[in-house]
């Protein structure tokens, strides 16, 4: 990865005016973002105004999307993950992600674990990874009792903390959490926040919610994203409206549509 000046010193992603198109539409454009390191950052917004999109581009996952295109610059570390030479695969090992809807493998939770990390070449105890992961996901003591059991025997909550354990494996600086828990119940979605808590000590975390409060309770900093229909275009353009602090995006945002937004006044 060639060198490039990085934008602040805590920075530990940042966005040079990223626009991406899906073939010809422009989904989102012209996103300048600094995220800092070892906070929990959210992205909030409408629905269809880009979050996932710009959250998949942070670990290049867009590149597995037929005619997505990204312009413009994503520095991590002071490198830009989409310069030639740079392997995706490695970027995706260093920024992880977790997906809306659980997707354990069909493997026992010890396998789950284990996979990954012997295919990234891991040559330490196997066991001592194991338990560390599911340690840190505070999904052990659901399963230290039958690491031998299939991952897919476990409820929707325990599922989505073992795929944060599987995320964690591979010594990620970053984990991308997309949604992570509308597919789960209210005493779920507390120990996934729970354990988000306990995350940021180690990670870099970014965070999509449509769920507000969510972003209150976890988020260090909150990023609103909204959409506008543009004349001659098809379908609405995302953008970036302001990102700051959460306190101030909640109680004295910049922006009128912010106030709107996370008031519940919006048209
Ligand atoms: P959000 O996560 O904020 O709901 P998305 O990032 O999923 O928004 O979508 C942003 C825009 O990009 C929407 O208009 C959506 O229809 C479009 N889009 C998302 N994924 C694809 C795709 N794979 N192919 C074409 N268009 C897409
Ligand atoms: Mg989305």
């Known amino acids: 990865m060639s060198h490039t000046p990085a934008s602040a010193p805590d920075t530990c992603l940042a966005l040079e005016n990223v626009t991406i198109s899906y073939g010809s539409f422009e989904a989102v454009k012209n996103v300048y973002m600094d995220i800092p390191r070892g ?7 409408p629905s269809g105004c880009g979050k996932s999109t710009v959250l998949r581009a942070l670990n290049r996952m867009n590149d597995l999307i037929p005619g997505c295109h990204l312009k413009g610059r994503v520095v991590f570390d002071g490198h830009d993950i989409y310069a030639p030479n740079v392997d995706a695969v490695e970027v995706r090992r260093r920024i992880g992600m977790v997906f809306q809807k659980p997707n354990p493998f069909p493997k026992t939770i010890y396998e789950n674990i284990a996979f990954g990390a012997r ?5 330490g105890d196997m066991d ?14 659901e399963c230290k009792d039958k690491l031998k059991a299939s991952g897919l025997a476990l409820s929707g909550g325990q599922q989505q903390r073992l795929c944060i354990a599987r995320a964690i494996a591979t010594e990620p600086e970053v984990i991308l959490m997309d949604e992570p828990c509308s597919a789960l119940d209210p005493i779920s979605t507390l120990k996934i926040e729970e354990t988000m808590h306990e ?19 976890v988020a260090d900093l909150t990023a609103f994203y909204n959409a506008e229909a543009v004349s001659g275009g098809s379908g609405k353009v995302g953008y970036l409206v302001e990102f700051s602090e959460t306190e101030k995006i909640f109680n004295n945002p910049a922006q009128q549509s912010t106030q709107d937004y996370v008031t519940g006044r919006f048209g």
Request: net charge positive; proline share 0%.
């Open 39 to 45: 906070k929990v950052t959210a992205f909030i917004g």
């Open 119 to 123: 295919i990234n070449g891991y040559r």
């Open 128 to 141: 001592e990874l194991v338990e560390r992961s599911l340690r840190k996901a505070a999904v052990w003591d």
């Open 199 to 217: 995350l940021k000590h180690s990670f870099t975390i970014v965070i999509v919610t449509h769920n507000m409060q969510q972003a209150v309770r």
